[in-house]
């Protein structure tokens, strides 16, 4: 079966909202995050859970993709509850969320199970979703708690 890769464009809000709504339960290792200081670029690669290819149907097989999350225009980026040195840890996606400043750049963070956040500055929102090789399968479905 041929598979098509998404690539999503956000340059508002709401477009980061169905951004951050196609990385729900993406798994990202420290080691896969990068800030590019000169080149005001903030990258990090994520192994995404496709929900769109599950909800297509009951039969449907669970599967991860390899996608590129990158900002554009990044004037600082900082961490919480992070601790860059340990390379072999994971993120657990849970949103982003935005909020344009009195100064009219716009924060934007990352927001990760644990309390861990990367918060980055950008003088526009323009970041890119980009899946990268072939899905592959896995046993486990993300699950969450009922409130």
């Given amino acids: 079966m041929k598979f098509k890769h998404l690539k999503l464009i956000a340059r508002t809000d709401e477009d980061l909202k169905v951004v951050s709504a196609h990385l729900q339960d993406s798994i990202a290792n420290i ?7 000169k080149n005001r670029m903030f990258l990090m690669q994520l192994n995404r859970f496709m929900w769109e290819d599950v ?6 097989k669970n599967k991860r993709i390899r996608t590129i999350l990158k900002f554009e225009n990044v004037i600082k980026v900082h961490s919480k509850n992070i601790n860059q040195s340990k390379k072999d840890k994971f993120l657990d996606f849970l949103t982003i969320e935005t909020n344009l400043m009195p100064d009219n750049n716009y924060e934007m963070k990352i927001v990760f199970a644990g ?9 526009v ?20 708690k009922e409130i």
């Fill in 31 to 37: 080691s896969d995050v990068a800030n590019l200081l």
């Fill in 55 to 60: 909800e297509k149907g009951v039969f449907r």
């Fill in 115 to 123: 309390d861990a956040i990367i918060k980055i500055i950008s003088e």
């Fill in 125 to 144: 929102i323009e970041v890119t979703l980009d899946d990268q090789g072939e899905p592959w399968e896995t046993k486990n479905m993300p699950r969450h």
